[in-house]
């Protein structure tokens, strides 16, 4: 699942990912540190594989996924929800731009529409698995994470001390 997320089918593809990483990374970077901005670009390329993968057996989808959407939109998600007036703008259209939320809201009806009309395009499960993950993420999910790391630290040195 973490291999899908650095392997592209077409250089397109892989051109438009990067592009759109590169646009939302450094905010994101700036506010979480380049080594938990890793870590949430790991853990949601896995997550949203793992949804795809979830909702494709529910639905019966043989369609191949392959590629960082999921960790990118799991990125553009965390961006719209911290700036939700921030303007995005769409790479196919460049006079066109939008407040960030509104995006974002439009990304999830579009791949909701997807999956209901079993559009098989896009990895439509995997882009609203990245989005949720976004949101719990945004919404107490930090903060769970850095009390459950401190848990395992501490946990970690005492089986240490009690060895020595």
């Known amino acids: ?6 392997s592209h089918i077409t250089l397109p593809h892989f051109a438009f990912n990067m592009f759109a990483l590169f646009s939302f990374g450094q ?3 700036d506010v979480l540190g380049p080594e938990n901005f890793l870590a949430c670009y790991l853990s949601a ?3 949203s594989s793992l949804g795809g993968m979830m909702i494709k057996l529910m639905t019966t989808c043989t369609t191949p996924s392959l590629g960082a959407s999921g960790a990118v939109l799991f990125m553009a998600s965390l961006t719209a ?3 939700p007036s921030a303007q995005f703008g769409i790479i ?3 006079f066109i731009s939008l407040p960030a939320q509104t995006m974002l809201l439009g ?3 579009l791949d909701i529409s997807g999956l209901v009309l079993g559009w098989r395009m896009f990895d439509h499960g995997a882009h609203l698995a990245a989005v949720a993950t976004g949101f719990l993420f945004v919404n ?3 903060k769970w994470i850095s009390e459950y790391q401190h848990y395992v630290v501490k946990v970690w040195r ?3 001390a009690r060895k020595v």
């Open 1 to 6: 699942m973490l291999g899908s997320t650095f």
């Open 27 to 29: 905010p994101l970077v």
């Open 45 to 47: 390329g896995v997550l």
């Open 81 to 83: 929800l911290l700036w």
């Open 92 to 94: 196919f259209l460049p």
């Open 107 to 109: 990304i999830v009806a």
């Open 140 to 142: 107490g999910g930090a």
């Open 158 to 160: 005492d089986m240490r």
